[in-house]
Structures are given as structure tokens and as C-alpha cells.
């Protein structure tokens, strides 16, 4: 079965610092790779998505991610954060041949202080 | 709508009592998924329904638990006898056909079991 670690589940910083999420999972086939946000008070919305291709994918908002094949990693980045960023990250991962249910992580919370 | 809606969006219950949430999907989804969110949890898958054929109930935690879904429409999700533990928000995804397809996500319902 396939398992999704994030780390650091509470995660504070001011405004304009960098972040970056890491994301490890654990399944050694094909597979496609999610990052999802919850802004206070919102349901799940889709920032990122990984198929194929070029390992750097960018999203909505400024943010980014890269697939790191051999690290089993998709860690989520953004350079400049800003208190709108105040959310719940929460990185998933599907098995690109199963019935393309989500394992997902634990989640990060995310404060950002203006 | 244009998304996916979820009633009752909060629900509190007496521990025993059984209780019915509903999931109206984006319409021409063929996909349609429920997962649990534990309070400090990620998201954890409970079932899925692809169009006509059987559902993949492996996520189910218990008998007391079952789903329905008629054709590509709505789908309900039963819990029979709640037990405290059940508490949590019970989110509906719905999506297209194939591996690469992302998910998109309801507002969920927020059970509480008393």
C-alpha cells in the first residue's frame, strides 16, 4: 500500500520568507503526485499536479514542486510567502494503474504572519 | 452548480443513531470517491464508485459503514450505530476515467457523534 509522509506539521514563518513542504511516499511504480490546499473555511482545492514530463511543475499562486524520482520525493516550494498562504498543504499520491484513489499525507499547517 | 456539493455540511448525533450524508457530483464525473478526514489526520480513502461497475469498498473501516451510488449521480454514505470514533469530516471527491485525473473535492461534512 502506498503511505505519504509530510514533516513539520506546524509551520509558522513571516511574511516574504521562503517555504518549502517536503512530501515522501512509498511506492516503487508509476505514479501521479498532488499537492492539495484548505484555506480557512474552504474545501480541498488542487494547487499542483505531477503526471509526467518535466520533474519542476509550477501552480496557481506562485507556487512550485519537484519530483524527485530517486528520493521518492515531491516537496512543495515557494519563495515568497504572503498571509493570504495561511492553509493546510496536503500532498497526495495515486497509483497511476489502480483505481485512482488518493493516499495522502498528514497534512501541513501553515501560518503566515503579516 | 458547477462543483462538487455535500449535505448536511454539519451533522451531530447521538452515539447508536444511524445518519445519511449526501454527495451530488460535477456532473459527467464518472468517479466518485468518499474519504475521512480524523481530526490532526489526513485524508483517508473510504470507497469508490466508477460508473457502473462495483464499487471498490476496501477503504471501509466497518460493516457498519456503506455507500450507494445510482449510475454517474448522487451517492450516499451510510453509518450505522455511530460510535464516537466516527467523528470527523467526511469528504466526497468526484473525477473522470483513467489515472491521471485529478480529483475534485466537496465541502465535506462535519459528523460529531455525542
Known amino acids: 500500500a502506498q503511505s505519504v509522509s509530510q514533516h513539520n506539521h506546524h509551520v509558522i514563518l513571516s511574511e516574504a520568507a521562503s517555504l518549502e513542504l517536503g512530501c515522501n511516499y512509498s511506492?516503487?511504480?508509476?505514479?501521479?503526485l498532488f499537492w492539495y490546499v484548505q484555506y480557512p473555511g474552504q474545501h480541498l482545492q488542487l494547487l499542483l499536479k505531477y503526471f509526467s514530463g518535466d520533474p519542476l511543475v509550477k501552480g496557481i499562486k506562485g507556487f512550485e514542486a519537484e519530483f524527485i524520482k530517486s528520493k521518492f520525493s515531491f516537496n512543495l516550494r515557494k519563495p515568497s510567502v504572503q498571509w493570504s498562504d495561511t492553509a493546510e498543504y496536503f500532498c497526495a499520491v495515486n497509483n497511476y494503474y489502480g483505481n485512482n484513489r488518493l493516499a495522502f499525507g498528514k497534512g501541513n499547517q501553515v501560518v503566515v504572519i503579516p | 452548480g458547477a462543483g462538487v456539493s455535500q449535505s448536511p455540511s454539519n451533522k451531530v448525533t447521538e452515539k447508536g443513531k444511524d445518519v445519511e450524508l449526501r454527495c451530488d457530483p460535477i456532473s459527467g464525473h464518472t468517479a466518485l470517491y468518499w474519504y475521512r478526514q480524523r481530526l490532526g489526520q489526513g485524508l483517508e480513502f473510504l470507497i469508490y464508485?466508477?460508473?457502473?461497475?462495483?464499487?471498490?469498498k476496501s477503504g471501509l473501516p466497518s460493516d457498519r459503514f456503506s455507500a450507494e451510488r445510482t449510475g454517474e449521480s448522487v451517492s450516499t454514505l451510510t453509518i450505522q450505530r455511530t460510535q464516537q470514533e466516527d467523528s470527523a469530516v467526511y469528504l466526497c471527491?468526484?473525477?473522470?476515467?483513467?489515472?491521471?485525473?485529478?480529483?475534485?473535492f466537496g465541502p465535506g461534512t462535519r459528523l460529531t457523534v455525542t
Open positions: 471527491a468526484s473525477g473522470g476515467t483513467g489515472g491521471s485525473y485529478e480529483q475534485y
Open positions: 464508485f466508477q460508473g457502473n461497475s462495483a464499487p471498490d
Open positions: 511506492y516503487g511504480g508509476t505514479v501521479n
